[in-house]
């Protein structure tokens, strides 16, 4: 009983044992609910904050690459 203390503790300060806090969603659930006609499921909230973020990256990218601070719509 003693060791399994022992290496939960070592792990713990290892960081072995963490679980990554969850990244927040840019997203608005409610908005993204009250912007279509039909149902949404659980998961398509994740999927398209993942969608939202990549354009984003996307974007940033090509800004930076125009030598730009500011993106604009034409970076979508």
């Known amino acids: 009983m003693a060791a399994r203390k022992k290496k939960k503790a ?3 300060r290892k960081g072995g044992s963490r679980k990554k806090k969850p990244v927040e969603l840019i997203i608005s659930k409610s908005r993204t609910k009250n912007a279509v006609s039909c149902k949404v499921s659980s998961e398509f909230y994740g999927a398209l904050d993942d969608f ?5 990256e996307r974007a940033e990218n090509r800004a930076s690459a125009n030598k730009r601070a500011t993106l ?3 970076d979508l």
């Open 72 to 74: 604009r719509p034409q």
């Open 52 to 56: 939202v973020r990549e354009a984003l």
């Open 10 to 12: 070592a792990a713990k």
